[in-house]
């Protein structure tokens, strides 16, 4: 079913697992509590299956050898072959909330560390066992968006903002102090387009900026979060109604909402980026972006 006024195609709705789907697009690689198991991704008919507790699938590398997972509570990382599903390694982290393959061989992940609450880039070879750090800060948030990591940055008296997006070791950083003042949620970039929601009278407001113009404009005053680009014209958003009532859709830049449901679902991404899904507490629904 395409969503009307889009280019976003409903495919299903899949329960009690996380998954992640290559470039191919040949099979889908799930993951629950208990167990990791891969399907054809057009009959669904289970191609493997194998007891790991609590991996979940994060990412597949590009020539879909290697799939990335969290354990113990997002503790561990861990890498099994594809289509076998054999551990070839796995290191232990703080605490590990994004990660994703950015190479045949190379994990990028984001870790808490302890005691301090320090957030640190780093970048783990699995078949050579190298770590390296690339960025480590006490402050801002980040996560990944296929490949790239996005994060701001504030200093210690939240007077300076800034924008940055990692792409491997390299990094570009915008200014974004003319008009950032106590966002407390952002996307990825479009192009320069980022969306963001403040604070505003205990509630929160969609705004779409442009970090090179330093500009911005109103898209929603709905109480909204969780706002993630799905297409340069559609995003996912999240809403907060009232006595935690959470409804969570698909809205375009005139604040027209176009597909809705009931509940906190959140955008995660996928290898396929001609795919994208949503998820709350294992449950979830898969999307497709079709050619413009």
């Not at 792409?167 to 570009?172: D, I, L, V, Y």
């Amino acid at each position: 079913m395409i969503i009307e006024n889009t280019n976003i195609e409903y495919v299903e709705h899949i329960k009690n697992s996380v998954f992640d789907i290559p470039k191919s697009g040949n099979y889908i690689v799930r993951s629950n509590n208990q167990l990791v198991w891969i399907e054809d991704f057009k009959t669904r008919e289970i191609l493997i299956h194998k007891k790991y507790r609590s991996h979940i699938i994060n990412s597949i590398t590009p020539d879909e050898k290697y799939g990335l997972f969290t354990a113990e509570g997002e503790t561990e990382l861990v890498v099994l072959s594809l289509p076998d599903l054999v551990k070839v390694n796995s290191i232990s982290v703080d605490y590990c909330p994004e990660l994703t393959f950015i190479s045949n061989n190379e994990v990028m992940y984001y870790q808490f560390t302890k005691p301090h609450p320090n957030r640190d880039l780093k970048i783990w070879n699995f078949k050579t066992n190298k770590i390296e750090t690339i960025y480590s800060s006490v402050s801002g948030g980040g996560f990944f968006e296929m490949d790239k990591f996005i994060r701001l940055e504030d200093d210690e008296n939240a007077k300076k903002h800034k924008l940055i997006v990692f792409n491997g070791r390299e990094s570009n950083s915008f200014d974004i102090n003319k008009w950032w003042c106590s966002y407390d949620d952002f996307s990825q970039l479009n192009g320069t387009k980022l969306l963001c929601t403040p604070r505003k009278n205990g509630g929160k407001t969609a705004y779409l900026c442009d970090v090179e113009k330093q500009t911005y404009e109103i898209i929603s005053e709905k109480n909204l979060s969780g706002l993630r680009w799905i297409t340069k014209d559609f995003f996912w958003f999240e809403e907060h109604c009232y006595k935690f009532q959470f409804y969570s859709g698909i809205m375009d830049l005139s604040g027209n909402v176009l597909w809705i449901t009931k509940g906190g679902y959140h955008l995660r991404k996928l290898t396929n980026d001609n795919y994208f899904y949503v998820n709350y507490c294992g449950d979830s629904f898969l999307f497709k972006i079709l050619d413009e």
